[in-house]
């Protein structure tokens, strides 16, 4: 029989203190971008805020307080805004793909154009101190809400083309790592529901021996407080 052991249905989960630093707007709090094959999920636990979203049904803003569960599915370009203290349990499809390469930042066409260059933009230096990881993604976060707020004003304006070109521009980007994150899927939400089917089989014909095999697990953050797309991290390894 199929079995899996990863949390329900290949969801994964981290929590996310929003990044406080002011934008060029003003507003405070993380980077927009979007995903390309995840939904994603928010329960707020903290703090106030909002999720300011842009698709081609136009743009939205959402508040966030305690309590608010709100998820968007892929190609939603999301930008989340701290007005004091915001906390949030963040929900990922696909065993935290999300976090793993399924995201495309709102840069300048200018920096779209290439993988390299897109990846020189918004790549933190791995061996820099805390201070220089700090402005690196204050940098990225700065020129990713530059070009969030050049779509929205051309969206709202009645012109699409620079959000279509955007979605070209994300998909060509991320197509080398498709096969890379197909595995990801095969072995995470493709297992999951494959094992349900399994179950669902074998009470179909009154059995339930895979009931022996139930098992609990725990785990704790493998990473406290890495800089992120929106805020600070905590990150589950499961």
Excluded: K
């Amino acid at each position: 029989m199929v079995t899996f052991e990863g949390l329900p249905g290949a969801v994964a989960v981290s929590h996310l203190t929003v990044y406080d630093w002011p934008a060029a707007d003003g507003l405070r709090g993380g980077t927009p971008h979007l995903h390309l094959t995840c939904s994603e999920g928010y329960v707020v636990i903290g703090g106030t805020g909002s999720v300011q979203t842009l698709t081609t049904t136009g743009f939205r803003q959402t508040p966030l307080a305690p309590g608010a569960l709100v998820w968007f599915t892929p190609g939603t370009i999301h930008r989340l805004v701290n007005d004091g203290g915001l906390r949030i349990v963040v929900l990922m499809q696909n065993s935290g793909l999300p976090e793993a390469g399924d995201a495309v930042l709102t840069l300048p066409p200018a920096l779209l154009t290439d993988p390299e260059v897109y990846g020189a933009a918004v790549t933190l230096p791995p061996d820099g101190t805390e201070a220089e990881r700090e402005r690196a993604a204050r940098a990225r976060r700065d020129l990713a809400v530059a070009g969030f707020l050049a779509l929205r004003e051309a969206a709202e304006a009645g012109d699409p083309q620079p959000l279509a070109a955007f979605h070209r521009a994300a998909a060509a980007l991320v197509r080398p790592r498709t096969e890379e994150w197909r595995t990801r899927w095969e072995q995470g939400a493709a297992l999951a529901a494959a094992a349900t089917a399994d179950q669902l089989d074998a009470l179909g014909r009154g059995e339930g021996d895979h009931l022996a095999g139930a098992r609990v697990h725990e785990r704790r953050p493998v990473v406290r407080g890495r800089f992120g797309m929106c805020g600070r991290l905590d990150v589950y390894q499961v």
